[in-house]
């Protein structure tokens, strides 16, 4: 009589059965993601990166056709918080394409625009008409739309991600190799889009920043369209005097001055973003930099520039923030490093959090949307009507 045993399962066609549905488990979500709108699809990719702790900003929607055809445009003052705040998804992410109201209308939603190279040559086309034909604030004496970033290496990495969504038009720049931490002036001028571009560094508020700044208010043949400073983090350092009461009496000799440009053409102030502390750092230069000392000079700056009426964006405040904590998450033996800093006309640093000074482009770029929201959406009627697919 034979004895019938149970055959046990070959262990390869085991294996194989569990790498079957695991194979196709990976083609329909894959599929999933596919058949997802756009938005949705973004989105989804955005969140899974925010839990891997690279991105923090959902810079899409589920609902993009609900926001172009019911929300309005923003706006107005959108770098000033006080007027418009990024609006908070559920946790701790931040949707940035939306923005909302907390003066008019109160509660009230608008929907921040996506600026391409394309786009922004419609936007300084436009300003360019509007400036010259005094339909606006007076600015930019001579033929070309003037935008100055006037400060330290914070205002020039700001600096480097406004110039890298512009087209290279014929563009001319100087000088022509730029270094990695660049201590000088960059000048870029266009003459197909009418456009002058530059970076002056000033880490200081001194003689030559004070003089420079009355220059403009009283000379309309100098004077820019667009003055966009700060200075802050170098008058910490004890090679500079590292002295509190010193930098605010410098400010208040440059505030007067600065005011009576504000009158006559743009100017905003940066304020400063908090630094990627780390107690590790016992013996580094963020013993004297640190988010504590900027948030105590962001506060000073305030009081100050508001006697004159100098805007302050701060409305790209949670950005920043949500950059330092994104770097929190990262164990620091894995943060990708990068061989030096930031360059004109390439990528720059997608983040960096080794770089505990300068925060990084995945928070910059959207910051510099921002940015681009505010000086073109006025225009944003005619700069449709010239790009009715962007």
């Given at each position: ?36 709108d756009d938005g949705a699809r973004r989105k989804f990719t955005t969140l899974f990166l925010f839990r891997e702790g690279l991105v923090f900003i959902n810079t899409s929607t589920t609902s993009s056709d609900y926001y172009e055809s ?214 580094d230069i963020n013993t004297v930099i640190f988010s504590e000392k900027i948030h105590s000079y962001n506060r000073a700056i305030r009081q100050i520039l508001e006697k004159e009426n100098i805007p302050i964006w701060d409305s790209s405040n949670p ?72």
């Open positions: 009589m034979k004895n019938h045993l149970c055959k046990l399962p070959d262990v390869r066609s085991v294996l194989l059965a569990v790498f079957k549905m695991i194979f196709i488990c990976f083609l329909l979500t894959l599929l999933f993601i596919y058949t997802l019911e929300l309005p445009v923003c706006r107005g003052n959108l770098l000033d918080q006080r007027e418009y705040r990024y609006v908070r998804e559920t946790g701790n992410s931040y949707d940035a394409n939306r923005l909302m109201h907390s003066i008019i209308n109160k509660g009230s939603a608008c929907r921040l625009l996506h600026y391409t190279p394309q786009r922004l040559v419609s936007c300084f086309d436009h300003l360019h008409y509007f400036v010259h034909n005094k339909t606006e604030i007076s600015g930019s004496g001579d033929s070309k739309l003037h935008f100055v970033f006037l400060g330290d290496s914070r205002i020039r990495h700001q600096f480097y991600n406004f110039v890298r969504l512009i087209p290279d038009f014929g563009s001319q720049v100087w000088p022509i190799e730029i270094p990695p931490a660049f201590h000088g002036d960059i000048e870029i001028t266009s003459d197909i889009m009418r456009l002058g571009l530059s970076f002056q560094w000033r880490p200081l508020i001194n003689e030559t920043v004070i003089e420079t700044i009355r220059q403009w208010a009283t000379h309309e043949n100098e004077r820019p369209y667009f003055v966009f400073l700060g200075m802050a983090v170098h008058h910490m350092m004890k090679e500079n005097g590292g002295n509190f009461k010193s930098y605010q009496e410098n400010l208040m000799q440059l505030a007067p001055i600065l005011g009576q440009l504000a009158n006559v053409t743009r100017v905003v102030w940066l304020n400063q973003y908090p630094s990627v502390d780390s107690n590790a750092w016992i013996n950005l920043g923030e949500e950059y330092v904590r994104a770097c929190a998450t990262l164990k620091r033996d894995e943060i990708f490093n990068s061989n030096g800093r930031p360059c004109l006309f390439k990528d720059v640093t997608y983040y960096d959090c080794d770089d505990y000074i300068h925060t990084g482009y995945s928070a910059l770029s959207q910051a510099t949307q921002l940015l681009f929201n505010d000086i073109c959406n006025s225009h944003v009627n005619s700069i449709n009507q010239s790009n009715t697919k962007i």
